[in-house]
């Protein structure tokens, strides 16, 4: 059978309508049920007519995104989907990684992940943090960028998404931002493209908010999962409930690993990588990283049908 790992989309893949495409799917409509009913709120009315302003903010952001990852899994098994050899998310995909293999419940995740969210705005005040992107240039060289920038404007900013090989994401306060882009694209970086994003995720700077965030998992059950989560921050997979929770909470102020990742699916024997929730960003990733991974996207009934064919 193929071996296939399925991975789950973090912020910034969010959109009003994303999972409208599923109509009255019965795996749908009771993931979106579920959620409602474990955060107080229509969750479905949120996602089905937005505004869009409303969903970007990140207490909405991080809960639809992990609902909306679900129900395009619960879909998957619904529609007689085959389990994922193995599962990862992109910086908050983690926790829907972790619902999707029985290590958490959706019930203790979407009040979590809204805690989350929460922390790490109180952390670092709207308009005071910021994040980039830097487009072309490679790992180490954004690393050495941004150690410069910092020295030499006493400010906070280091290199926080390794997304791709060309693509770093770097974060920090506003002014240590604005100093390491001047910096990197020196270095010879093709852009470097500031995000539209309420605080520096993944920084030093979210430290408080991790604080936070580890009070509220120490409350949490935390299952062994029934299939293996490759983590952000060490690029392992732990089963422990303790190993998981301290993995959860570095992961609030550490970078995400995506490349090392990617290719940690690879060494594990992964053929195909599929990206289950809206949006297809992080399959685009996977093809930069390595091409001789197949990557597919699974975010309505069409493509649910060609991931299907593709992995028989």
Known sequence: MTAFAFVFPGQGSQSVGMLSAWGDHPAVRATLEEASAALGEDVARLIGEGPKEALDLTTNTQPVMLTAGIANYRAWLAEGGAAPAIVAGHS?????????????????????????????????????????????????????????????????????????????????????VEAGCAVLKGLGAKRVLPLPVSAPFHSSLMK??????????????????????????????????????DALYRQAFGPVRWVELVGALKARGMTHVVECGPGKVLAGMVKRIDAELASATILDPVTLAEVKTLLA
């Open 92 to 176: 908050l995909g983690e926790y829907t990684a972790l619902v999707a293999a029985g290590s958490l419940t959706l019930m203790d995740a979407l009040p979590l992940v809204r805690l989350r969210a929460q922390a790490m705005q109180d952390a670092v005040p709207v308009g005071t943090g910021g994040m980039a992107a830097i487009l072309g240039l490679d790992a180490a060289t954004v690393r050495e960028g941004c150690a410069k920038a910092a020295a030499e404007s006493g400010e906070v900013v280091e290199a926080v998404n390794f997304n791709d090989p060309k693509q770093t994401v770097i974060a920090g306060s506003k002014a240590g």
């Open 208 to 245: 408080p908010a991790a604080e936070r965030l580890r009070e509220r998992l120490a409350s949490i059950t935390i299952q062994a999962p029934q299939i293996p989560v490759l983590n952000n921050i060490d690029v392992a997979t732990p089963t422990d409930a303790d190993a998981i929770r």
